[in-house]
């Protein structure tokens, strides 16, 4: 099969289509067929530097395909089923491929109304957002919560999450993506090129940072008391937690792991119409490297995705 591999660590110029044996499924797991695999900043991460593990590994993890075939004690899927899902994280999982294992219970249906583009565009970063505003921060109807890089591929679903919660969203975004951002039902867009988001706005209950640095002390500046910081850019930031105690505010570094319970959540708000994935960009599978200069560059508005099967 045909698959994207790299010697070692360095831009997007070390990925290369290489020629890998086809695995097969073991106890519980299933084979599938990829049709889209979608690229993460957390791909760009383990290509550059082997993220912690500090190895080289197969990228992928975002993917949506056809179950070829099931391994042995398989119950919940069928060869045939067309499946989405984000298997094996934060493991390698190898997505961008012709064809991945994974265990069975780290994938769902994937929903009729999606193309298997816009379904491999869903799981991490969907998965990312509603961890951070449900299991983590509890977000609830009438709270206020600010997404940062709203316009991202995490954000401009964090977004869209937050207002099926019933929350009253804040953005940050550049004024060009600010007529986007309102159609996924954003309340409230700030420039952060014009303007201090955290003197912009009124103080919000939740804050989602997907960009760190200097967006984590600002960002508690932003927060009403009591209010909760979900910080998804980096471990180096779980230093807020300290910051944020003493002035009554919460701060956590969330990463985010495999969840069927989840997934399913996030298909049935797709498939209610209440939550889109944006793509910016669909690439064939040799052009890897390609997506991963565009992702880089993090001026993308929502995903980018690798078509495997034409």
Do not use: C
Request: glycine share 10%.
């Amino acid at each position: 099969m045909r698959a994207i591999g790299q010697d070692g660590f360095g831009g997007p110029e070390v990925l290369k289509v290489v020629e890998a044996e086809r695995p097969e499924p073991g106890v519980a797991e299933v084979l599938v067929r990829v049709h889209a695999a979608a690229v993460n900043p957390t791909d760009s991460w383990h290509r550059a530097s082997g993220g912690l593990g500090g190895k080289v590994i197969r990228l992928g993890w975002d993917l949506s395909g056809v179950v070829e075939a099931v391994g042995i004690g398989v119950t919940t899927l069928a060869p045939g089923d067309e499946v989405f899902g984000m298997p094996r994280h934060p493991l390698p999982a190898g997505a961008y491929a012709e064809y991945v294992t994974s265990p069975a219970r780290h994938l769902v249906r994937k929903p009729a109304s999606l193309s298997h583009v816009r379904a491999a565009a869903l799981p991490l970063a969907a998965m990312t957002a509603w961890q951070a505003l449900v299991d983590t921060a509890d977000v609830r109807p009438g709270q206020r919560v600010l997404v940062h890089a709203a316009a991202g591929g995490v954000g401009h679903l964090a977004v869209q999450i937050a207002k099926a919660r019933g929350a009253h969203v804040v953005g940050t975004a550049r004024t060009a993506k600010h007529a986007l951002l309102r159609d996924l039902g954003a309340d409230e867009l700030v420039d952060y090129t014009e303007a201090a988001f955290e003197t912009a706005i009124d103080p919000v209950d939740v804050v989602i940072d997907a960009i760190g640095g200097e967006y984590g002390p600002r960002s508690l500046r932003a927060l009403r008391p009591g209010g909760m910081l979900v910080s998804l850019a980096s471990p180096a930031e779980a230093y807020l937690a300290e910051e944020a105690r003493p002035l009554g505010l919460r701060a956590a570094f969330m990463a985010v792991e495999a969840d069927q319970a989840g997934l399913r959540e996030i298909a049935a708000l797709a498939e209610a119409g209440l939550l889109r994935p944006e793509i910016d960009t669909v690439l064939p599978l040799e052009l890897a490297g390609k997506a991963h200069e565009l992702s880089d560059s993090r001026r993308t508005t929502g995903k980018i995705v690798l078509s495997v099967v034409d």
